[in-house]
């Protein structure tokens, strides 16, 4: 079965501040990966996803993250944070043995102070 | 409409009761999957459609918890006898595709609390 670990369940930042939240997830198959961020009061939406390709991955709102096959990650970075980007982020997988099915992490939830 | 709409926002049931949670999916969209989301935790699969058809419901938790989509469309997930443990956020989502590839468009969410 496969499975999604964030590391951070908690991150407090300032402004401007760089960003790197952990995602790491066990499958040893051929994966899709996805970034979602649900802001307060908001319903998840998608921020990137990893198809095949490049490994580095741009998103929305200046987010990019690198999909590192060696090391089962997909680690999601900004390199300078804004108030705005307050919010819950979750990294998922699917995997070509479960027709679409995702596995999410816990989350992180990140707070970025004015 | 132009996203993922679920019905209702909030329900409390006492232990017992039955509930049934809508979801009105993105016109179009094949896939259509519930997931339960506890406090503090990730989204956690249910059960997936594809059109009409229930491909997969190894999520559901016990056989309380049933899903329909008999047209395709909207989603009723229907929880009998609710118990304590069943109280979450119900997420609906869609995807226009089938497959692995297609990122999800989430509902809001159905908060259920069980007293």
């Known amino acids: 079965a496969q499975s999604v670990s964030q590391h951070n369940h908690h991150v407090i930042l300032s402004e401007a501040a760089s960003l790197e939240l952990g995602c790491n997830y066990s499958y040893g198959g051929t994966v899709n990966l996805f970034w979602y961020v649900q802001y307060p009061g908001q319903h998840l939406q998608l921020l990137l996803k990893?198809?095949?390709?490049?490994?580095l991955v741009k998103g929305i709102k200046g987010f990019e993250a690198e999909f590192i096959k060696s090391k089962f990650s997909f680690n999601l970075r900004k390199p300078s944070v804004q108030w705005s980007d307050t919010a819950e982020y979750f990294c998922a997988v699917t995997s070509n043995t479960n027709a679409g099915k995702s596995t999410f992490g816990d989350g992180t939830t990140l707070t970025v102070k004015p | 409409g132009a996203g993922v709409s679920q019905s209702p926002r909030y329900k409390v049931a006492k232990r017992g009761q039955d509930v049934a949670l809508r979801c009105d999916p993105i016109?179009?969209?094949?896939?259509l999957f519930w997931y339960q989301q506890a406090l503090g935790q990730g989204p956690e699969f249910l059960t997936y459609?594809?059109?009409?058809?229930?491909?997969?419901k190894s999520g559901l938790p016990s056989d309380r918890f049933f899903a329909e989509r008999p047209e395709g469309s909207v989603s009723t997930l229907k929880i009998q006898r609710t118990q304590q443990e069943d109280s979450a956020v119900y997420l609906c989502?869609?995807?226009?595709?089938?497959?692995?590839?297609?990122?999800?468009?989430f509902g809001n969410g159905t908060r259920l609390t069980v007293t």
């Open positions: 459609f594809q059109n009409e058809a229930q491909l997969d």
């Open positions: 016109s179009g969209h094949v896939s």
């Open positions: 989502a869609s995807s226009l595709e089938e497959g692995r590839s297609s990122p999800l468009h």
């Open positions: 990893y198809f095949s390709g490049d490994p």
